[in-house]
């Protein structure tokens, strides 16, 4: 369906967005990032092929939905919360892949969004994520799919090219697809986050086009807290903002009233990965992001040391807690087992 003859779907003008990101970009910290004022927040990136092998369960004790393998394990888990904010991204090189994923998706998010910026190996030899770049008569294929095939807004999220005049060709050929929006990171396939982020070739974008842009790219460099958000809106002439690195530090850069110290993002994230059940191998990760500049004080080498869910608990407190919904979801096991 064309996006501009629905009704009441997502709209990604005006808004402030959780970037997608690998081991990141999971149920917990999208939690966080919605608690703390996020508009939208993007899934992790998830290939087309291994979603293909999952199955879509509803889990009754945790009260979400899973896409798990055959094996039991969930590759995404979601829940009704974040139902109307969520935006699915995946890795594709193929349309009707793509299509059948998002088919597969479709009822529990608000949106499916195509990786076209991953300048990862494993994406770039599977022709996918940045690969696409080069690859217009793809990308239109890929795109229209989508849009005529699924019910919820498609988008993509891609880089800039060389030249200003290519960028904008490509960003156009992407509008014309009937796509809700796109998310122009501001750096060339083969630069690093080191790297500036190029704003002006961002506006040139959003002066071309009349969907939605979204400007992505300015953590650290411009995005330090949540005033900085509207001077990057207008620094890049975009419609909305998308933040990774800088929310995957500290989620609170999302708040109106201010950043929150560490130790709070911590426990609020904790809370949700305790309430959803999440793999502590993947809490573990997300909190070491927040301690990065911090991870040799006493909690950085206790969680280092973590060995399971109620380790990493224990380091801020939260012991108790983990506990107490430990016994109410065994307790719910036990009622649906019945
Ligand atoms: C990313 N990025 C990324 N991009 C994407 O489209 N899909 C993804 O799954 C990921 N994964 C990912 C993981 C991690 C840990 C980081 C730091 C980044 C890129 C990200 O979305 C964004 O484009 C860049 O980080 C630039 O934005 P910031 O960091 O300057 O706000």
């Known amino acids: 369906m064309n996006s501009e003859s629905m009704g009441n779907t997502l709209n990604y003008a005006n808004k402030v967005i959780l970037a997608p990101m690998v081991r990141i970009g999971t149920l917990p910290n999208r939690l966080l990032a919605l608690h703390y004022g996020a508009d939208i927040v993007y899934g992790e990136e998830l290939i087309d092929y291994k979603m293909l092998q999952c199955k879509r369960v509803e889990n009754d004790i945790l009260n979400t939905v899973d896409f798990v393998l055959e094996n ?137 086009l009349s969907i939605p842009v979204i400007a992505n790219g300015g953590s650290d460099e411009y995005l330090n807290c949540y005033e900085d958000i509207e001077k990057f809106k207008l620094l890049t002439g975009s419609s909305s903002v998308m933040i990774a690195r800088e929310a995957q530090w500290n989620m609170s850069i999302f708040r109106k009233d201010g950043l929150l110290p560490e ?50 608990c224990a380091i801020w407190g939260m012991e108790e807690y983990w506990q107490e919904v430990q016994s109410k979801q065994q307790r719910s096991k036990e009622y649906f087992e019945r």
Do not use: W
């Open 72 to 208: 039991g394990q969930p590759v995404f888990r979601t829940c009704a919360k974040e139902k109307d904010k969520l935006v699915f991204q995946m890795g594709t090189s193929d349309p009707q892949r793509a299509l059948q994923v998002a088919k597969l998706v479709e009822k529990d998010v608000a949106g499916i969004d195509v990786n076209m910026g991953c300048p990862k190996e494993f994406s770039i030899k599977g022709g996918m994520g940045a690969a696409l770049l080069t690859k217009p008569d793809k990308i239109k294929d890929i795109l229209t799919t989508l849009v005529n095939g699924v019910s919820k807004p498609v988008t993509c999220k891609i880089r800039i090219l060389p030249k200003v005049e290519e960028t904008i060709a490509l960003a156009k050929l992407i509008q014309s697809t009937g796509v809700a929006a796109v998310a122009v990171h501001g750096r060339l396939r083969e630069e690093r986050p080191r790297h500036h982020v190029n704003c002006d070739i961002i506006k040139a974008v959003a002066e071309s």
């Open 263 to 312: 130790d709070d993002i911590c426990k609020a994230y904790l809370k949700y990965a305790v309430d959803y059940d999440n793999p502590y191998t993947n809490s573990k990760y997300c909190l070491q992001q927040v301690l990065h500049k911090n991870m040799e004080s006493s909690q950085g080498h206790a969680l280092r040391r973590a060995e399971s869910a109620k380790d990493v």
